[in-house]
């Protein structure tokens, strides 16, 4: 009996230790299930339809396989509810294949981290074509995001507290250009990577449980045609810390007749930060082709610290709008300008503190030390942009110190406008910038305190610099080897005057603008500060890369040595290991 015994329970152990696929369960019905599941028809419901509730749990939606695609899918029409609902306590799901009506959506249970058993982990959803509600994350970890087809109205792509990564969203296609619709929103999201992505709509990510840390927004291409109804910023980010930002396209190009009339003619900007610190912007280009007057391509808003903007391409070419704003915001912010830790406590009680509802205390609803300063813009860094606005390039509005323009083509009606910027000491620096203004390169409104050296300052108007009432010198600019046309009489140290002559600054299309120095004897060449190339910014190369100075012994003024080749940015590297027969 018991070698009888002995032969039963051998195999099954094998069985186990081999690890052989579990049974396909083919699924004709709405209903619960877990394991491995297959569609095995088109389903129709009025309620939540394919519900998982375990773990290690694949629902395959394809109907037929050819060369191991899936070239049909079943589908699955609802009314008003999900098409599949991933509950709490279910991890390492796959759901993939599937042509659906609704909704897609991970339920998992409020956790601030992923350490809650009740928190949904390890989900991959692919291959999905929606029509109506897209995918709905929320409290889930590990989450995977790609290969996706949706479209419809409300949120396309939906999450709130992923709050540990990694999170990704790759390749997929969202077209959600609604109005009051988003294609991508992201709440308390942490370490999203959201990567080659084509959106018709708006984007936003924003925190105020912790910062949103290692962040990678790459490679995206988005575009809205209600970025300016109702206020909708097309995209906007909100506390990213140590985050990458590159190589997007972003435009909005709103018509009238897409708003509603309620909606229509309410600003917006294209992209809107908002208190993030020690991330890059590389590389974007964001462009608005229509934008109501007094907005811009973006907007610095509350406080952002310590973030680097490179090669970017900043361009709204309408009337009275800037390429770049920066503003501050009231208090809640530490002496130093930084925003407080987003994990306190939330107040709604009476006092100034509740339009922000983080940097209040809870007992009266006023500021909370040391939070009871304005939000400023500071030690951020411009390096090799082009912001192109029609009313200025870059707008101060009281706004910042201790931030640094280098190598920038900044263009406008005014390239820049200071406006009023932050008391106290420190300076907004400019160093190597080519800066041109149809009526003025320099607009003082208030107290601006500018450190420039080596700019070009160009203006077709009457003047280079259009002074405050009162006066523009001394403690407020302070510039050296700077090349004015037409001449400004400053008291600055070293003054250049004299046409530069650019190659081209006056295309109609601003990307086809080129302000390099079109000869060797312009005024701007070989006459910049001895002293640039080791301090204060160590500016060793041009807006393109070419090395500061060449053989002349001088760096050249403005942002390009002469004789520089322009480079696209966006160019494809050239393909590797090639060979000829």
């Known amino acids: 009996m018991v070698r009888s015994k002995l032969l039963v329970v051998l195999p099954a152990v094998l069985l186990l230790s081999f690890?052989?696929?579990?049974?396909?369960?083919?699924?004709?019905?709405?209903?619960?299930?877990?394991?491995?599941?297959?569609?095995?028809?088109?389903?129709?419901?009025?309620?939540?339809?394919?519900?998982?509730?375990?773990?290690?749990?694949?629902?395959?939606?394809?109907a037929a396989y050819t060369g191991g695609n899936c070239t049909s899918k079943h589908s699955i029409s609802v009314s008003g509810a999900a098409s599949v609902q991933v509950l709490e306590y279910s991890n390492d799901v796959v759901i993939k294949n599937i042509s659906t009506?609704?909704?897609?959506?991970?339920?998992?249970?409020?956790?601030?981290?992923?350490?809650?058993?009740?928190?949904?982990?390890?989900?991959?959803?692919?291959?999905?074509?929606?029509?109506?509600?897209?995918?709905?994350?929320?409290?889930?970890?590990?989450?995977?995001?790609?290969?996706n087809v949706l479209s419809g109205g409300g949120i396309g792509i939906s999450s709130a507290y992923a709050m540990t990564g990694p999170y990704t969203v790759r390749n997929n296609t969202i077209d959600y250009n609604v109005f009051n619709s988003s294609a991508a929103y992201f709440f308390n999201v942490k370490e999203l990577t959201f990567d080659?992505?084509?959106?018709?709509?708006?984007?936003?990510?924003?925190s105020n449980w912790g910062?949103?840390?290692?962040?990678?927004?790459?490679?995206?291409?988005?575009?809205?045609?209600?970025?300016?109804?109702?206020?909708?910023?097309?995209?906007?980010?909100?506390?990213?810390?140590?985050?990458?930002?590159?190589?997007?396209?972003?435009?909005?190009?709103?018509?009238?007749?897409?708003?509603?009339?309620?909606?229509?003619?309410?600003?917006?900007?294209?992209?809107?930060?908002?208190?993030n610190t020690n991330t890059v912007f590389s590389y974007n280009r964001i462009f608005s082709n229509n934008i109501t007057a007094s907005y811009g391509a973006i907007e610095l808003r509350s406080s952002n610290i310590g973030n680097t903007f490179y090669r970017n391409e900043f361009v709204v070419p309408v009337a009275g709008s800037s390429a770049m704003m920066s503003h501050f915001s009231n208090q809640c912010c530490?002496?130093?300008?930084?925003?407080?830790?987003?994990?306190?406590?939330?107040?709604?009680?009476?006092?100034?503190?509740?339009?922000?509802?983080?940097?209040?205390?809870?007992?009266?609803?006023?500021?909370?030390?040391?939070?009871?300063?304005?939000?400023?813009?500071?030690?951020?860094?411009?390096?090799?942009?082009?912001?192109?606005?029609?009313?200025?390039?870059?707008?101060?509005?009281?706004?910042?110190?201790?931030?640094?323009?280098?190598n920038n083509v900044i263009v406008g009606k005014?390239?820049?406008?200071?406006?009023?910027?932050?008391?106290?000491?420190?300076?907004?620096?400019?160093?190597?910038?080519?800066?041109?203004?149809?009526?003025?390169?320099?607009?003082?409104?208030?107290?601006?305190?500018?450190?420039a050296r080596n700019n070009i300052f160009f203006s077709n108007g009457a003047a280079s610099i259009v002074p405050s009432a009162t006066g523009f010198d001394g403690s407020e600019f302070q510039g050296d080897y700077n090349l004015f046309w037409p001449n400004y009489n400053s008291s600055q140290a070293h003054p250049?005057?004299?046409?530069?002559?650019?190659?081209?600054?006056?295309?109609?299309?601003?990307?086809?603008?080129?302000y390099r120095l079109s000869s060797s004897s312009s005024p701007a060449r070989n006459a910049g500060d001895p002293a640039t190339a080791a301090t204060p910014m160590s500016i060793t190369v041009d807006r393109v890369g070419q090395v500061r100075p060449d053989a002349g012994g001088l760096a050249d003024i403005g942002a390009y040595e002469y004789g520089s080749v322009p480079v696209d940015p966006n160019a494809p590297a050239a393909?590797?290991?090639?060979?000829?027969q």
């Open 496 to 514: 250049r005057t004299g046409n530069p002559g650019f190659v081209n600054a006056t295309a109609a299309d601003p990307f086809q603008r080129d």
């Open 19 to 62: 690890g052989f696929a579990q049974a396909q369960t083919l699924i004709t019905a709405c209903g619960r299930y877990h394991g491995n599941l297959r569609l095995d028809a088109d389903l129709t419901a009025t309620s939540n339809c394919i519900i998982i509730d375990g773990d290690n749990t694949t629902l395959d939606g394809c």
């Open 334 to 406: 530490d002496a130093e300008g930084y925003f407080p830790p987003l994990d306190q406590n939330h107040c709604t009680g009476a006092g100034g503190g509740t339009s922000y509802g983080y940097c209040c205390n809870p007992a009266d609803g006023n500021y909370r030390a040391p939070y009871t300063s304005p939000c400023h813009q500071r030690h951020n860094v411009w390096d090799s942009n082009l912001l192109y606005g029609g009313e200025s390039g870059v707008w101060h509005y009281g706004d910042s110190r201790d931030n640094t323009f280098k």
């Open 414 to 451: 005014y390239g820049i406008t200071a406006g009023g910027c932050e008391a106290g000491t420190g300076f907004t620096y400019y160093y190597n910038n080519t800066i041109h203004g149809t009526t003025a390169a320099l607009r003082d409104m208030a107290n601006c305190a500018i450190q």
């Open 211 to 275: 910062r949103a840390t290692n962040v990678r927004i790459t490679n995206n291409n988005l575009m809205s045609e209600h970025g300016l109804c109702d206020t909708h910023d097309v995209f906007r980010v909100k506390t990213l810390e140590n985050s990458l930002v590159d190589h997007n396209v972003i435009e909005s190009r709103a018509q009238q007749d897409v708003c509603p009339v309620t909606n229509a003619n309410i600003p917006a900007v294209v992209a809107k930060l908002y208190t």
């Open 196 to 206: 080659q992505n084509q959106l018709h709509g708006n984007f936003y990510l924003e």
């Open 101 to 147: 009506n609704a909704r897609i959506k991970i339920d998992g249970v409020a956790a601030l981290d992923c350490s809650s058993d009740r928190t949904v982990k390890r989900v991959t959803i692919s291959n999905i074509n929606s029509t109506g509600g897209g995918i709905d994350v929320t409290q889930a970890c590990d989450i995977t995001i790609q290969n």
């Open 575 to 580: 393909p590797a290991n090639l060979r000829t």
